[in-house]
């Protein structure tokens, strides 16, 4: 088996066993690469079905060809499709675009918030109607208690130190320093009542792999992420506020796995196009701790 | 354009005692190789003048702001490379004696390993005590690096010294590495470039060494393995396939094969080979995650091993001796219930017998011990429940290694050394011990029961659908209570809101085994019991059937999950409550159970 197959063939046990595992098991899929292929990789797993639901964080800041490619692939996918989203931070307008707070805390406010509550189940959660393609409200109100998500280890610095299955405590805070061992394909799902689990199936991917396994397996992406003639592409999705494209002709797979490999982006971080990330040296440590991804 | 699709990777674990200098080696390999980001070394250099430190290799690593400020590394993180050969993950693992289980973590994961000892301080317990888990996670390829040769002045004799000395504790172990380098991590000597301090080195430098590692050759060869991880059925997506998912872990399987279950031993032939967005497959490799459609449909459960008849078949056994290293908080001791995981299987185990715990740094054995503490390597006997399946270590490292459960924490993990044969298992030791002592009345059950013109039985109904077996067991209760026997149905949500209200999840063994105990209780009286179990395994069948001795079972199986037996009864009556009962008291009277029966 190449690379790939054996990235893929882990990451397919992982999420087996984490759908075995978990009552209460979803998917975050915020429409990036990452989590398409999260995706892909649960359809893989389960023969083309997918068991559980996926839960996207709607910032309302998201760049429209993103929602429109998500409600797409669900109604085409079948898929349990929830949105939850912080209507009262909007509502009050406490967001960095509306000025009243700074990038960081509108990232805390709009997405770990948002998702901890969406999670928990105490703000409402949209459901995807599949007959008329509208969202309705969603009258499970259950927390849900596992969670895969889509994060890599080559991301940046904290990203490279999760573990495949990874529980956070009731604040859903992530204590890095009392990491439970994973023995080798032995993963820590045996919990006391009340402990939230992670789950990272594709730590060991890297950018490279993501773009190699979305071109062999013909996955959909939006169209972000290649240049519709403007000399600019986004190589990171998130709210059209923060997230600048960069600078690059790659129209197709193809090149951008060359521009990543041997191109100008070779040296450069993925996320560089991300303004949150420039605050603050541990923005992502600290969102991370607090339960955004 | 290339395709670097099939370009190799390779995860490698960097290990030894704290502050020999892993992270910096780790921190020079990258900046040698041209792997850091853009900007990644200016910024943290310019971070240690900031906070006026000086700079080190090792702070390229500590991305955390947690742990700069603890100054040590604390968990494993995996740093991405790569060379003209192909790509690495290191994953550098913290020497603290106190983050061992993360060092475990990060071994297990590694395909090579990297084991660093100060050329100054020489051999200390971490480097032996890593040395002797690299050999038991079963790590083949290893370097030793002899670092921070600047301090002892390059000085050849020191490295001879030393790398004999630990030469000569591996060996005992039976890893023979593949090369001892002498290096200096801080200049950068020998690591990704030769060095020219030390003109008496011929030998390849420590990323020559790396490029050079084998991959282990895979388990293809090996007989067929593939644990079942789940049993899927997507009837509600239209989907009628009923798909057994895993992960082959060795070997190679076919269409129309035959296979065969184990423990359960049941056999068929494989229909299909199932994935998604793939040509048909007509076969399934080693290191696959797929799934495969059988000939016949039966009953399988998780953690069933599918295994091929005409090859060599694992062991299955409910005892056996075990190399174990323990990470727990609290010791691990006798009499205490423990999860045991192997493969997809997770059974109750419990501690055997302490054959000796093993000092890890100089290998001497310690016999008289009566608990396994934190850290401590024992080689013991465990004991489980039910039978598991494995192979040896010898034959199958895969297949043969295993983590413990304490609570909720995997608190050990160890490879399995052979089956222990003959051994009673742990039911077969509690009954006799409790028949033992069990003060016996002077009435027997049989004259209890012969007032009422029936024997003692326990009956139990088992099925798929609960709701259709219970409404069959209460029907079977009224007949029999209705022609005059002393009969008594007890269904398990009864059981569950007394007998079992101590439970804070469903534990199925106990459940079973309190059923079993409370079997043995009513049918002394005389009485006909009556339960129903779903989903029973012939191992709780087995298992109910000694608890219940020296009194009787009678087992009806609506599904056909279990084996046909004296005491077990497959009846293919579809659920109809009317011919099952029918044929049950049929039965019954054929048995002289029930002595005179009026239709
Ligand atoms: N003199 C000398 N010091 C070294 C060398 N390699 C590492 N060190 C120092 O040894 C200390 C521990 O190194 P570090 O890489 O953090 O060790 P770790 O705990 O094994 O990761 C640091 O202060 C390093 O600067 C070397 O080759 N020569």
Redesign the interface.
């Given at each position: 088996m190449n690379r790939l197959e054996k990235l893929e063939s882990l990451s397919i046990y992982i999420i087996r066993e984490a759908y075995r595992e978990f009552k209460n098991l979803c998917m975050l899929w915020s429409i990036g690469k990452d989590s398409t292929v999260l995706l892909w990789l649960a359809r893989k797993a389960f023969f083309g079905h997918v068991p559980f639901p996926l839960v996207h964080i709607d910032t309302n800041f998201k760049i429209p060809e993103m929602i429109m490619y998500r409600d797409k692939l669900a109604m085409e996918w079948k898929l349990t499709m929830i949105v939850g989203q912080n209507k009262k931070a909007l509502e009050e307008k406490r967001t960095f675009p509306d000025g009243k707070v700074n990038r960081i805390e509108c990232c805390r406010l709009l997405k770990s918030e948002a998702l901890k509550y969406t999670l928990s189940g105490e703000f409402v959660r949209y459901k995807l109607n599949l007959e008329t393609g509208k969202y309705e409200i969603w009258e499970n109100k259950e927390p849900f208690t596992g969670v895969i998500v889509g994060i890599r280890a080559d991301e940046e610095g904290s990203r490279s130190k999760e573990r495949y299955f990874s529980p956070r405590d009731k604040q859903s805070e992530w204590d890095i320093s009392e990491q439970p061992p994973e023995l080798w394909n032995q993963f820590k799902t045996d919990f006391a009542p009340g402990t939230h689990i992670r789950i990272h199936p594709l730590l060991d991917w890297t950018e490279i792999d993501i773009w190699e396994y979305i071109k062999k397996e013909n996955i959909p992406v939006v169209s972000l992420y290649f240049n519709q003639g403007n000399g600019k592409r986004y190589r990171s999705l998130g709210c059209w506020p923060c997230t600048k494209p960069i600078e690059s002709d790659s129209k197709s797979l193809d090149e951008i796995i060359f521009e990543l490999k041997s191109g100008k982006l070779k040296n450069i971080a993925e996320r560089s196009g991300r303004e949150q990330d420039k605050e603050d040296g541990g923005t992502l440590e600290t969102l991370r701790k607090e339960g955004y991804m | 354009?290339e395709n670097?699709?099939?370009?190799?990777?390779l995860n490698i674990v960097v290990v030894g005692h704290v502050d020999h200098g892993k992270s910096t080696i780790i921190g020079r390999l990258l900046v040698d190789t041209?792997s850091?980001?853009?900007g990644k070394l200016e910024s943290v250099k310019k971070f240690c003048e900031k906070n006026s430190r000086p700079f080190e290799y090792a702070f390229l690593l500590d991305?955390?702001?947690?742990e700069q400020s603890q100054g040590i590394t604390?968990?494993?993180?995996?740093?991405?490379f790569k060379t003209n050969k192909r790509?690495y993950?290191i994953i550098d693992a913290p020497g603290h004696i106190e983050f061992l289980?993360?060092m475990?973590?990060g071994a297990?994961?590694a395909e090579a390993a990297v084991l660093v000892i100060d050329a100054n301080e020489g051999i200390q317990e971490n480097s032996k005590r890593h040395g002797y888990l690299l050999s038991m996670i079963g790590i083949k390829n290893i370097v030793v690096v002899i670092n921070k040769i600047d301090i002892i002045n390059y000085d050849e004799g020191r490295f001879k010294f030393l790398k004999e000395e630990y030469n000569n504790f591996l060996s005992k172990l039976n890893i023979l590495p593949y090369s001892y380098i002498p290096v200096c991590a801080r200049d950068g000597d020998n690591i990704v470039f030769k060095s020219e301090k030390m003109k008496w080195y011929n030998g390849q430098t420590l990323l020559e060494v790396i490029d050079s590692f084998e991959k282990e050759i895979v388990d293809e060869k090996k007989p067929f393995r593939m644990p079942v991880?789940?049993i899927?059925k997507?009837t509600a997506?239209d989907?009628d396939?009923r798909?057994i998912?895993g992960?082959v872990e060795s070997g190679v399987a076919r269409i129309d094969d035959e296979v065969i279950f184990l423990p359960s031993g049941k056999k068929t032939q494989i229909k299909t080979i199932?994935?998604?967005?793939e040509t048909q497959q007509s076969q399934i490799?080693a290191?696959?995650?797929k799934?495969i459609t059988l000939k016949t449909q039966f009953y399988i459960k998780?953690g069933e091993v599918v295994c091929k008849t005409s090859e060599e078949l694992p062991c299955v056994a409910h005892t056996f001796k075990v190399n174990l290293f323990w990470?727990g908080r609290f010791p691990m001791i006798y009499g205490k219930k423990y999860?045991i995981?192997i493969n997809t299987n997770r059974e109750i185990v419990y501690l055997d017998k302490i054959l000796h715990i093993i000092n890890a740094s100089d290998l001497t054995t310690e016999e008289n011990k009566t608990q396994i503490e934190r850290y401590d390597v024992a080689q013991c006997v465990l004991k489980t429940l039910k039978p598991i399946v494995f192979d040896l270590y010898i034959k199958n490292q895969?297949t043969s290694?295993?983590?413990i459960?304490d609570?909720?924490?995997?608190s050990g993990?160890g490879i399995i050394l052979e089956p222990i044969k003959d051994e009673k298992s742990i039911v077969d030791k509690h009954v006799e011990q409790r028949e033992f002592i069990w003060e016996k009345s002077i009435i027997s059950p049989q004259m209890r029961a012969s007032r009422f013109g029936q024997s003692p039985k326990f009956i139990v109904l088992t099925g798929t659908f609960s709701e259709k077996i219970d409404e069959i067991a209460k029907n079977l209760e009224k007949d029999l209570f209705d022609i005059g026997k002393n009969v008594y149905y007890l269904g398990s949500p009864k059981l569950l809101s007394g007998l079992e209200s101590d439970f804070?999840?469903f534990d199925r063994e106990e459940h079973i085994r309190r059923i079993g105990e409370l079997a043995r209780i009513l049918t002394d009286t005389g009485i006909i019991f009556i339960t129903t179990i779903v989903d029973l395994d012939d191992f709780e069948s087995e298992l109910l059937r000694s608890l219940n001795k020296p009194n009787e079972i009678i087992i009806f199986d609506l599904e056909n999950i279990l084996k046909a037996k004296d005491d077990i009864f497959i009846l293919n009556t579809n659920y109809d409550v009317d011919t099952t009962l029918y044929k049950i008291k049929n039965i019954l009277l054929n048995k002289n159970i029930i002595m005179e029966y009026y239709i």
């Open positions: - | 354009m670097e699709n099939n370009k190799d990777r041209n850091l980001p853009k991305a955390l702001k947690d604390i968990d494993i993180a995996r740093i991405f790509e993950i289980k993360n475990v973590t297990s994961h991880q789940d899927y997507f997506h989907d396939r798909i998912a992960t199932e994935s998604f967005n490799i290191g696959m995650s799934g998780r990470m999860k995981k895969k290694r295993f983590v459960v609570e909720y924490d995997i993990g804070t999840t």
